[in-house]
């Protein structure tokens, strides 16, 4: 079955310890976003690729950086984790240019920073 | 930019009730609403999907939404609910690409 797959699901850090979130989709989607999402809040938008295009939202923190080396792989680095970077990351994709488009969620990686 | 607003932070009700939910969203251009469903550790789930045409929208499981334009409302409504329906509801907006969530509806159906 086409997919969105994140690893690790669950990600155990030390505070300031660089980690990096990696997801993959066998969608062939042109869109890749990460959202970041904390104990019984909304899902919020960190950025988005457009293809190779970065699209950083306004409120997201400069620790927060993105690579999308291809169409199936997108990482979310965080370079120095905070205690308040603990939450659920989620990786999403969708097809744009054909309509309105549907995005498709991946389980999501924890992280846990100690 | 867009908002999204979800009436009811948590809903408890039995099986075999009727479940509505609402949301309100601003945004006064052309809209696409979505409801996304969360069971209980697992991943977001599309439920279902308002681009255009009828604003009766049916989706997966039994559920359905209304979207009324005048209202700014995208309801989402399920005639009997199942244990199995225990999950968090969350309402979107997209808009350029990106999704706008409201911040969710805790829904637990006892049994």
């Known amino acids: 079955d086409a997919m969105v797959i994140q690893n690790p699901r669950y990600q155990v850090t030390q505070f300031g310890k660089p980690v990096t979130l990696s997801c993959s989709q066998t969608l062939n989607h042109n869109v890749m976003y990460w959202y970041q999402q904390k104990s019984s809040q909304a899902p919020k938008l960190l950025f988005h690729y457009y293809d190779k295009d970065f699209n950083n939202e306004a409120d997201t923190p400069d620790n927060f950086q993105s690579r999308r080396p291809n169409t199936s792989f997108c990482f979310l680095d965080i370079r120095s984790p905070g205690l308040g970077d603990a939450a659920m990351y989620l990786c999403?994709?969708?097809?744009?240019?054909?309509?309105?488009?549907?995005?498709?969620f991946g389980p999501g990686t924890r992280l846990l920073v100690l | 930019a867009q908002s999204v607003s979800q009436h009811n932070h948590h809903v408890i009700l039995s099986e075999a009730a009727s479940l509505e939910l609402g949301c309100n969203y601003s945004y006064g251009g052309t809209v696409n609403l979505f409801w996304y469903v969360q069971y209980p550790g697992q991943h977001l789930q599309l439920l279902l999907k308002y681009f255009s045409g009828d604003p009766l929208v049916k989706g997966i499981k039994g559920f359905e939404a209304e979207f009324i334009k005048s209202k700014f409302s995208f309801n989402l409504r399920k005639p009997s609910v199942q244990w199995s329906d225990t999950a968090e509801y969350f309402c979107a907006v997209s808009s350029d690409y990106k999704l706008s969530f409201g911040a969710g509806t805790t829904v637990t159906v006892r049994a």
């Open positions: 999403a994709t969708s097809r744009a240019g054909q309509g309105v488009e549907t995005q498709y």
